[in-house]
């Protein structure tokens, strides 16, 4: 049987990079806030249905849930959805700043796995059954300054991901994460080109990471070849923090 996969964050940088290099059969539920890049003709040979969803609204994630259980059952999750950040004293942050992290990087997560999770347990296809975390290498070390809303809401989902691990892992689904440092995509929009330069300058390999570094991981966490792991946060961080 052919994957169905479902990704928030579609049209992230990480987001088009994957899709345009899953395989061409799977059904691909392509989540997105704005921006719908999936009617460009790149993405003519992959079945994708473009779903808008403001991942911060609880009803619009229902609505979306129920919409796609009329279509199928996703048996592979991606869970790439995060607000971009901005470095903030944590003085001048409200707790709304940390209520957007948590309900688009935590919440919205917790009401997809809730709804497809036990429909997965009944299952009894052969596809694998995957579920994979965007973190960052944040959560290993020593976090940076000015970024507590972001760390919180990625511990947050380090903490989820552990215990679904625990808690499923006699029902073979695996839940795993990749934790990449800095990449250098759009996502940093609103990130001071000093603070990106001055992390490359002070990195071990001179540069920030690119899309390219951080993509076969994700492949491999969603292929038959990690069927043995579960449970692990993947530090993609060349050699950053180890």
């Known amino acids: 049987m052919k994957d169905s996969i479902l990704i928030t964050?579609?049209?992230?940088?990480?987001?088009?990079?994957?899709?345009?290099?899953?395989?061409?059969?799977?059904?691909?539920?392509?989540?997105?806030?704005?921006?719908?890049?999936?009617?460009?003709?790149?993405?003519?040979?992959?079945?994708?249905?473009?779903?808008?969803?403001?991942?911060?609204n609880t009803h619009q994630i229902q609505a979306m849930i129920a919409h796609i259980q009329t279509i199928a059952i996703p048996n592979k999750i991606v869970h790439l959805a995060s607000p971009r950040i901005c470095n903030t004293h944590f003085g001048k942050?409200?707790?709304?700043?940390?209520?957007?992290?948590?309900?688009?990087?935590?919440?919205?997560?917790?009401?997809?796995?809730?709804?497809?999770?036990?429909?997965?347990?009944?299952?009894?296809?052969?596809?694998?059954?995957?579920?994979?975390?965007?973190?960052?290498?944040?959560?290993?070390?020593?976090?940076?300054?000015?970024?507590?809303?972001?760390?919180?809401?990625?511990?947050?989902?380090?903490?989820?991901?552990?215990?679904?691990?625990?808690e499923y892992r006699g029902k073979n689904i695996q839940f795993n994460a990749i934790s990449p440092s800095m990449i250098e995509t759009k996502f940093l929009s609103n990130i001071n080109e000093k603070i990106i330069e001055l992390n490359a300058y002070n990195h071990p390999l001179k540069r920030n990471a690119t899309i390219d570094d951080v993509l076969p991981a994700l492949l491999f966490l969603l292929g038959r070849e990690s069927n043995y792991i579960n449970g692990e946060n993947l530090i993609i961080s060349g050699g950053e923090v180890f």
């Open 9 to 56: 964050g579609a049209s992230s940088d990480l987001g088009v990079s994957l899709i345009q290099r899953l395989d061409s059969k799977a059904t691909i539920f392509a989540l997105y806030h704005s921006n719908n890049v999936f009617k460009q003709q790149c993405f003519s040979d992959r079945h994708i249905i473009p779903l808008q969803c403001d991942l911060s």
């Open 93 to 166: 942050l409200a707790w709304e700043d940390y209520k957007t992290h948590l309900s688009i990087s935590l919440e919205s997560i917790f009401h997809i796995l809730q709804a497809f999770i036990p429909q997965l347990v009944r299952q009894k296809d052969k596809r694998d059954k995957k579920v994979v975390f965007m973190l960052s290498s944040y959560t290993m070390g020593v976090p940076p300054a000015t970024l507590s809303h972001y760390v919180t809401a990625k511990y947050a989902l380090l903490g989820l991901l552990k215990s679904l691990a625990s």
